[in-house]
Structure formats: C-alpha cells, structure tokens
C-alpha cells in the first residue's frame, strides 16, 4: 500500500479523533440489539455516525488524485512527445530544408536569397542547383534514403563551416557514422565525376591566349600561364604517425599542390605527399609532371625571346626545381644583377596569384583549415574543395575573407640528373626573358 497514503489515513484518524473521540474508525463494532439478529447495510450505515465515513470518503478521494499525479509525473514520454524534435533539429529537418528551398527562396529577393544560401552552404542558390544536377544521377544510383539536394546541402555546409560529424549529427538527427557515409559519398562524385570538368589544363589556344595575356599585363613577362605552389592542410594527430605527416609549421598535415591561372582557378590539383615532404618531391609524384615531361601537354603558343623559342610556363617560387616549362627565381634574397631582380620581381608578383587562390580556398571552404576526416578520405575531401572552388570562380561567386598560410621559407630545390636538359634550356630561357623584361622596362 502506498506510504503516501497510508500517511493521510493516519492524519485523518487523529483529526477525526479530536472531532469525535467517542467514536472510532477502529474500534470494535457494538454488539447486535436483541430486536435484530440480522443486520442490513442500510441499518450498519444508520447506527454508525456519519463523521468517520465523511473522512474515510475524503481520504480516499485524496489518495487517488495522489496516485493520478505521480503516475502522471512518472509516466514515460507519449508517442507524441518522443517524435517532437528541439528546435535546432527541426530546422535542419528535411521539411525544414524543403520549406526554403522550394517556398521561401523564391519570395526574396536575388541577392537575399543567394546571401543567405552563401551563409549556409558557401555558395549562391544557382551555384548549389548546378552541383545538385550534376551529382543527382551519381548519388540516385546508391540508394541514398535521403533527397539529394538535402544531402548536397548538408555535405557543402560542412565543408564551409567545418563541423565535424558529430555536430552534423545532433543537427540533423541523424548518427554520426551516417554523416560520414554520406560526406565520403559526396566528396567522392565532386574529386572524380565533376573534376574532369572544372579542372582542365588549359590547351585550347583561346584560354592561352586569355591567360598569357592577363598575366603579361600583371607581370609584364610574355607567356606565362600559371603559378604553381603547394599548401599543407591540417589533419587531426590521432589519425596518422611518423615525423613524415609534420609540415614545417609543426603540426600534422598532407600537401597540396595546385597550379593557378589569372583567375585564381585552380588547372590542376595534386595531394599525394604527407606534409612533411618539399614541393620539389610533391611535383615529381604528380600526373602533371609526368606529361609535362613526357611531351603528353604540348602548348602550341610559341613566341620568340631573344632568339629563343619560348612556350607557355608555369612560375613557382624557389622551393621547386628550374625546368624549361617551370620558371623559378634567380635568387631568394636579391643578391642577382638588376635584370635578374627585376625578374624575380615580377615572377613573385605573377606567383601570388596561387597564393591568394589557396587563401581563398581556405577561407571558403573552413574544413581545410583543420581536416575533420579520417586519412584515407582527406585527398578526396580537399580535392572536392577545389572543384568546388572553382566553380565558385567561374561563377563569379563574391570572395570571403581569406585564409592565409604564415610566410613560408625553404632551401631552394635541388636538381635532379635526369632533369638536366631541362634545367639547361630552362636556365637560358630564363636569362633570356630576364634581359628582354630589363631592357623593355628600362626603355620606357
């Protein structure tokens, strides 16, 4: 029997005793008159007095509204309130996301609407239509359970903040292993599927045309078409080991190696070295260099320095190797003749093109600046970061605040025997283009 009451019926036997102490609740009945052997309920009721019925009614009234409300207060959550979600899941909801993609958004205005898109998912409402298109048959085919512009926006909103799982988990009430699955996915489509189609080494004479020329109006140099530089990205310690993963900022990273045009639209994209390695070995491991080397990249737009035949190049800092197709400085620290400094000049101010890219690839896209997935799935994560920069350039999508690496300083790069003949033309190509530069600048 509940204490409770018990409490209560004890009370009310006292209260009732003071009211009435010549009668009790618990004494023993009186014994039968001699007129009636039998005893009716209704004659019970008459003889006994009519207080202690009235308290033990009370009492009981009061024990049941007692026991009502603690069986409320301990009932376990109804169907109704198991399935009520707290406010901060409930606008990341799949209705949520349905509401303003196909309601809300087109009652603002262009520039609110792509502002707020931007805020959420790093870029305009158009820009995301174009990823979800291109993604929507890939992802279509895998059975994902969720709507693929809800997975594309949930994805691309890590990407631009930095959450990590577990964060997206509790947002979208969804299991942190799930999250993972379905950004694995999604990064996967943009590095392969939509890589071959925004990011292209530029052959078609048009855009080496558009490029030498901007790049000879920044810098003055004829024919150059690129800046090549590498950046390490930041990856959590517990994944990895060994002094190889620690870049020369002293925390655990792999590189990245792109190559810019004059738009700050990466044309090619490499991750295949941990952060400790130089960006001379990184160039070596990758595909570009490869074809560079082998004559697969031909550029047919050749001009004419001094003699010299001089084909489109790239310009890197003096961390890479001097080959016919990489310019590289004279020197680190000024000490060449005045046609030599002044080059290096100029190469440098072309070079910063790369590296303001790589800024604003870090500021767009937060995740690079401290990687929140595992090892295996890092390359495909930063690559899909730059087709996704890239297609924010082509867009002319507004560039956000950047993100940039601390000044970097290095040994210059050594040359390698089978790299000779190339460092040779590669060196007086470079003397040629550094005269020609000091005597048309000088004349002017």
Same mark, same amino acid.
């Given at each position: 029997?509940?204490?409770?009451?018990?409490?209560?019926?004890?009370?009310?036997?006292?209260?009732?005793?003071?009211?009435?102490? @010549?009668?009790?609740?618990?004494?023993?009945?009186?014994?039968?008159?001699?007129?009636?052997?039998?005893?009716?309920?209704?004659?019970?009721?008459?003889?006994?007095?009519?207080?202690?019925?009235?308290?033990?009614?009370?009492?009981?009234?009061?024990?049941?509204?007692?026991?009502?409300?603690?069986?409320?207060?301990?009932?376990?959550?109804?169907?109704?309130?198991?399935?009520?979600?707290?406010?901060?899941?409930?606008?990341? @909801?799949?209705?949520?996301?349905?509401?303003?993609?196909?309601?809300?958004?087109?009652?603002?205005?262009?520039?609110?609407?792509?502002?707020?898109?931007?805020?959420?998912?790093?870029?305009?409402?158009?820009?995301?239509?174009?990823?979800?298109?291109?993604?929507?048959?890939?992802?279509?085919?895998?059975?994902?359970?969720?709507?693929?512009?809800?997975?594309?926006?949930?994805?691309?909103?890590?990407?631009?903040?930095?959450?990590?799982?577990?964060?997206?988990?509790?947002? +979208?009430?969804?299991?942190? +292993?799930?999250? @993972?699955?379905?950004?694995?996915?999604?990064?996967?489509?943009?590095?392969?599927?939509? #890589?071959?189609?925004?990011?292209?080494?530029?052959?078609?004479?048009?855009?080496?045309?558009?490029?030498?020329?901007?790049?000879?109006?920044?810098?003055?140099?004829?024919?150059?078409?690129?800046?090549?530089?590498?950046?390490?990205?930041?990856?959590?310690?517990?994944?990895?080991?060994?002094?190889?993963?620690?870049?020369? #900022? =002293? +925390?655990?990273?792999?590189?990245?190696?792109?190559?810019?045009?004059?738009?700050?639209?990466?044309?090619?994209?490499?991750?295949?070295?941990?952060?400790?390695?130089?960006?001379?070995?990184?160039?070596?491991?990758?595909?570009? #260099?490869?074809?560079?080397?082998?004559?697969?990249?031909?550029?047919?737009?050749?001009?004419?320095?001094? =003699?010299?035949?001089?084909?489109? +190049?790239?310009?890197?800092?003096?961390?890479?190797?001097?080959?016919?197709?990489?310019?590289?400085?004279?020197?680190?620290?000024?000490?060449?003749?005045?046609?030599?400094?002044?080059?290096? =000049?100029?190469?440098?101010?072309?070079?910063?093109?790369?590296?303001?890219?790589?800024?604003?690839?870090?500021?767009?896209?937060?995740?690079?600046?401290?990687?929140?997935?595992?090892?295996?799935?890092?390359?495909?994560?930063?690559?899909?970061?730059?087709?996704?920069?890239?297609?924010?350039?082509?867009?002319?999508?507004?560039?956000?605040?950047?993100?940039?690496?601390?000044?970097?300083?290095?040994?210059?790069?050594?040359?390698?025997?089978?790299?000779?003949?190339?460092?040779?033309?590669?060196? @007086?190509?470079?003397?040629?283009?550094?005269?020609?530069?000091?005597?048309?600048?000088?004349?002017?």
């Amino acid at each position: 029997m509940d204490e409770s009451f018990m409490l209560m019926v004890s009370n009310l036997l006292h209260l009732h005793n003071s009211l009435d102490p @010549s009668t009790s609740l618990l004494s023993s009945p009186s014994p039968p008159s001699s007129s009636s052997s039998t005893s009716s309920p209704s004659s019970l009721l008459s003889s006994s007095p009519p207080t202690p019925f009235l308290f033990f009614t009370l009492a009981s009234l009061l024990s049941y509204l007692a026991s009502q409300k603690k069986l409320t207060s301990t009932k376990p959550p109804s169907s109704t309130s198991t399935t009520t979600t707290n406010p901060e899941s409930s606008t990341f @909801s799949v209705s949520a996301f349905r509401a303003l993609s196909t309601e809300h958004i087109w009652s603002l205005e262009a520039p609110l609407r792509d502002a707020q898109w931007r805020s959420m998912y790093g870029l305009s409402y158009p820009v995301f239509t174009t990823v979800v298109d291109k993604l929507k048959p890939h992802i279509a085919a895998s059975n994902l359970s969720l709507p693929t512009d809800y997975a594309v926006g949930m994805v691309l909103s890590r990407l631009a903040h930095g959450f990590s799982a577990k964060t997206l988990a509790s947002r +979208y009430s969804l299991e942190p +292993y799930l999250i @993972s699955k379905i950004t694995n996915m999604v990064t996967r489509l943009l590095a392969t599927e939509l #890589y071959p189609e925004f990011i292209k080494i530029p052959v078609s004479r048009r855009r080496l045309i558009e490029s030498t020329q901007a790049f000879e109006e920044l810098t003055s140099l004829p024919n150059m078409c690129g800046a090549i530089d590498g950046s390490p990205i930041k990856v959590k310690r517990g994944d990895i080991g060994g002094y190889m993963y620690e870049c020369r #900022y =002293g +925390y655990s990273s792999v590189l990245l190696q792109v190559v810019a045009d004059h738009k700050k639209v990466f044309w090619d994209v490499c991750v295949k070295a941990p952060g400790g390695s130089d960006d001379a070995s990184h160039l070596r491991e990758s595909l570009l #260099y490869n074809r560079l080397v082998s004559g697969d990249v031909v550029w047919d737009k050749v001009i004419n320095v001094r =003699g010299h035949h001089v084909r489109p +190049y790239i310009v890197g800092d003096w961390c890479y190797p001097l080959l016919s197709f990489l310019m590289t400085p004279f020197s680190p620290d000024g000490s060449g003749t005045p046609a030599q400094n002044l080059f290096d =000049g100029m190469l440098m101010k072309g070079r910063s093109v790369v590296v303001d890219a790589i800024a604003l690839l870090k500021g767009r896209w937060k995740i690079l600046q401290d990687l929140n997935v595992g090892l295996t799935h890092a390359p495909q994560t930063i690559v899909a970061c730059c087709v996704l920069h890239n297609l924010c350039q082509i867009a002319r999508e507004p560039e956000p605040e950047t993100w940039k690496d601390p000044d970097e300083g290095g040994a210059p790069a050594r040359g390698l025997e089978n790299e000779r003949s190339l460092h040779y033309f590669g060196d @007086s190509l470079r003397q040629a283009l550094a005269d020609d530069l000091h005597q048309r600048l000088s004349s002017r």
